[in-house]
């Protein structure tokens, strides 16, 4: 049988990376079945055109997986292919809370993880057998996790991954000419374990991943990596891993001996991470984060106010170490992604500029900004619902981006927005991105441009950029910063060929 993968979008950004549960599911099915893989970002179809693609080519299972805000994308995919008789199968964090939902749209749904339930899936259809709700349960019934330590090798070396390169077209004839294999750069999601404990009250994770710790083995784990570097090796791109684990040093001990069997078996890759920023505390985790490749951590900060911070159980951020600990790893020249949350109860007018003006005392960072949303199934969202103050109980279904589901108590909706608005273009302005560069002027040139394009792409979350034509506009913006950048890539030129050619500097 044919089965066709499909993730949607959610229609401001593109997906940049490829989303792991299709390239997992892939290798999890049973053998004899092709599966084609296809997300929004590399396979621009609409609806219509889907159903046509998947009448035309004969597929037999359709496989939808979404996050809540691409699910109304998701659910209109699912009519236009089932109105040609084609079975669809739905799961993901969404569908799971809300399965009657997705069965007003989907022949089946896969509840939590679908590792275990989706070659029964497959078998099912083959057989025109499919039931309505799949779930790992165990012998008492109760839901069961898979256990990570059977987790199959995603061969993404023989995979297509050409259409998740994420250097701008418009970009890469100078990233060529600058710096030659960077023009071709995909960020590949691999993860290592599965849970978190701690529960924040916005967040689905601990209900759908449970909060105890399962684990990949660190063989599998090192043995994908060295898999990944096979691409660069070939001459394909450059390759940077994304570890999608909430929490990659949730359990210090079993971080760290993984850290040391990647540094061992010389699986080093320039990757990203999400950490806590209370885990950030230990010096040897940030010394091995250094050694084994970790470039930029992912760290949802979330508020500047420790209110904030309480009341939605996220106790375990303090913001007076905020500075201290990102200076600390700026020190082993790893930099954050910081996340900020707007809108939470204790928000008042001006939250922008208040945190802008912290931001500016840390070491360059990615800042990225984001309203409060209570997605189902977190407790945020029973909270609301039960106080009676969601203005939108089904938000995801018509998703207006950067927009309010529910009133905070400080602030109004639209200030929300507003501040918002502020936030992102404060951080991303031509000004800020010239003054990070100079920040980082001491350090490796291959690095600062790196920087500065992930600046610019990072300005196309809030601000779509989805043509040549506004990359042309950011670009021209930023002509200061890449001006700085290009006259020390050619002053340290010239330098290597003076040197090489025995001229004494
Ligand atoms: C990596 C990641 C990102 C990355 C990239 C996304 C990507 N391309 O992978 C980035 C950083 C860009 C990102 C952004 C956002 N993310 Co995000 N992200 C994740 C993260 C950490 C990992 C995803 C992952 O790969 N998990 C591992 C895979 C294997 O798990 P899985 O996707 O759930 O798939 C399993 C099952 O669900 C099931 N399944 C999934 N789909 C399907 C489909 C079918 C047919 C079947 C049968 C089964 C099935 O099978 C899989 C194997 O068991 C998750 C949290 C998490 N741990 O999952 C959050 C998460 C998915 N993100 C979330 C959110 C909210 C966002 C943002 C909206 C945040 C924001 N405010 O901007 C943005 C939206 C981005 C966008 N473009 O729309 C929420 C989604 C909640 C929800 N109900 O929608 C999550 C769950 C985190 C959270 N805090 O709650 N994200
Ligand atoms: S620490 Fe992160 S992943 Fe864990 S519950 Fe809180 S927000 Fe979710």
């Known amino acids: 049988m044919k089965i066709f993968l499909y993730n949607p979008d959610d229609g401001i950004s593109y997906n940049y990376i490829p989303h792991l549960w299709m390239f997992l599911l892939k290798a999890l099915t049973p053998e004899n079945h092709e599966v084609i893989i296809a997300d929004r970002k590399v396979q621009n179809m609409n609806e219509k055109e889907i159903s046509e693609y998947v009448v035309e080519n004969g597929i037999g299972l359709v496989g939808i997986g979404a996050m809540t805000r691409m699910i109304g994308k998701a659910y209109k995919v699912a009519d236009a292919v089932r109105e040609r008789g084609i079975s669809v199968v739905m799961g993901g964090p969404h569908v799971t809370v809300m399965p009657e939902e997705a069965l007003k749209h989907a022949d089946s749904v896969a509840i939590g993880e679908a590792d275990n339930t989706w070659p029964q899936m497959v078998e099912d259809a083959k057989n025109g057998n499919l039931k309505k709700i799949y779930r790992n349960a165990g012998k008492n019934g109760k839901e069961e996790k898979p256990d ?19 250097i701008p077209k418009i970009l890469r004839p100078m990233i060529k000419h600058f710096a030659k294999g960077w023009e071709n750069f995909f960020l590949i999601p691999v993860e290592t374990q599965r849970g978190c404990p701690y529960g924040c009250e916005f967040c689905t994770v601990t209900r759908f991943f449970g909060n105890s710790i399962r684990f990949r083995t660190n063989e599998s784990v090192v043995q994908e990596l060295l898999n990944l570097k096979s691409i660069v090796k070939e001459g394909r791109g450059r390759v940077g891993v994304l570890f999608v684990d909430d929490n990659f040093a949730i359990n210090l001990k079993r971080t760290k001996s993984l850290l040391r069997d ?244």
């Open 148 to 166: 990570l330590g059977s987790y199959p090798l995603i061969p993404w070396s023989e995979l297509d991954i050409g259409g998740f390169n994420n």
């Open 262 to 505: 990647i540094i061992a078996a010389n699986a080093q890759i320039f990757y990203f991470a999400q950490i806590s920023i209370n885990l950030l505390k230990d010096d040897e985790l940030i010394d091995l984060l250094a050694e084994s490749g970790c470039k930029w951590i992912f760290i949802g900060l979330e508020s500047i106010d420790e209110t904030n911070l309480k009341l939605v159980h996220k106790n375990q951020n303090k913001p007076k170490d905020y500075k201290r600990i990102l200076e600390k790893l700026a020190q082993k020249d790893i930099y954050a992604i910081v996340s900020f949350i707007f809108g939470f109860d204790n928000d008042s007018p001006g939250i922008a500029e208040r945190t802008f003006q912290q931001l500016k005392t840390w070491p360059p960072c990615l800042p990225v900004f984001g309203q409060l949303t209570p997605y189902p199934g977190t407790p945020l969202y029973d909270k609301l619902l039960f106080e009676n103050r969601l203005e939108r109980p089904v938000h995801w279904i018509e998703v207006q981006p950067f927009e309010m589901a529910h009133h905070p108590l400080r602030i109004s909706p639209e200030i929300v927005h507003q501040e918002l608005k502020k936030a992102w273009t404060f951080s991303y302005s031509s000004e800020m991105n010239y003054k990070s560069i100079n920040c980082l002027s001491d350090r490796d040139i291959g690095y600062q441009l790196f920087h500065l394009i992930a600046r610019v792409i990072f300005h196309g979350i809030y601000f779509p950029q989805k043509s040549s034509f506004k990359w042309i506009k950011v670009l021209f913006k930023n002509r200061k910063a890449f001006f700085k950048v290009g006259k020390s890539i050619y002053r340290k030129r010239i330098h290597s060929s003076k040197v090489s050619n025995g001229v004494r500097p």
